[in-house]
């Protein structure tokens, strides 16, 4: 079965300062790979994908993230936050047409 | 496209009472996943249909949960002789399997929001 860690639970970053929130996934074969952003309250947004192919994703909001098979991770990044980033992010893991498995999400705070 | 929708978004019950949570998917999307999301956690899978028929069922889901998917478009989930442990949200996502592909991406609605008293 996949597994997905998270091992920042909290991560504070000051405005315009560079972010990188780290997640390492476990699975047989090659993953499909999420990251999801969740506002208090809110539902689940997709920032970022990884299917197959280049290994470094785009996605919305200026968010981007490295794929790694030899460190089996799927790290997201941002070279400058915002005050409107701060969320919870989820690390994702997925079987193709299948259920997805979260990871237990960092809580990203930013500072003026 | 109007997204995922989910319906009611709060719902306040009492201890064994039964609750009927429902979700629209996006239209063309045939494929329909539940989770729960406890506080502090990442949602946990729940159920997921393709069309009507419910393919896979969490260990999580108890035998006072069901999900039914009667026409292949909006879904509903029920939880009866609710208990404070079911205190969770609660989130539909949907994705469309075309050609043997599946487009793989969930799409999650808002959530329902759960509180047993």
């Known amino acids: 079965a996949q597994s997905v860690t998270q091992p920042d639970i909290h991560i504070t970053v000051s405005e315009g300062a560079s972010l990188e929130l780290r997640c390492n996934y476990s699975?047989?074969?090659?993953?499909?790979l999420f990251w999801y952003v969740q506002s208090p309250g809110q539902g689940l947004q997709l920032l970022l994908k990884y299917f197959s192919g280049d290994t470094l994703v785009q996605g919305i909001k200026g968010f981007e993230a490295e794929f790694k098979r030899s460190q089996s991770s799927f790290n997201l990044r941002k070279p400058s936050v915002h005050w409107s980033d701060a969320a919870e992010y989820f690390c994702?893991?997925?079987?193709?047409?299948?259920?997805?498995?979260f990871g237990t999400g960092t809580k990203l705070q930013v500072i003026p | 496209d109007t997204g995922v929708s989910q319906d009611p978004r709060h719902k306040i019950t009492k201890r064994g009472q039964n609750v009927t949570f429902r979700c629209d998917p996006i239209?063309?999307?045939?494929?329909l996943y539940w989770y729960r999301q406890t506080l502090g956690q990442g949602p946990e899978f729940l159920t997921y249909f393709q069309n009507e028929a419910q393919l896979e069922k969490s260990r999580l889901l108890s035998d006072r949960f069901s999900a039914e998917r009667p026409k292949g478009s909006f879904s509903t989930l029920e939880i009866q002789r609710t208990e404070q442990g079911d205190s969770a949200m609660y989130l539909c996502?949907?994705?469309?399997?075309?050609?043997?592909?599946?487009?793989?991406?969930?799409?999650f609605g808002p959530g329902t929001r759960l509180l047993v008293l």
């Open positions: 239209s063309e999307h045939n494929r």
């Open positions: 996502a949907s994705t469309r399997l075309a050609g043997g592909i599946t487009q793989e991406t969930q799409y």
């Open positions: 699975y047989g074969a090659t993953p499909y």
């Open positions: 994702a893991v997925g079987v193709r047409g299948q259920k997805v498995t």
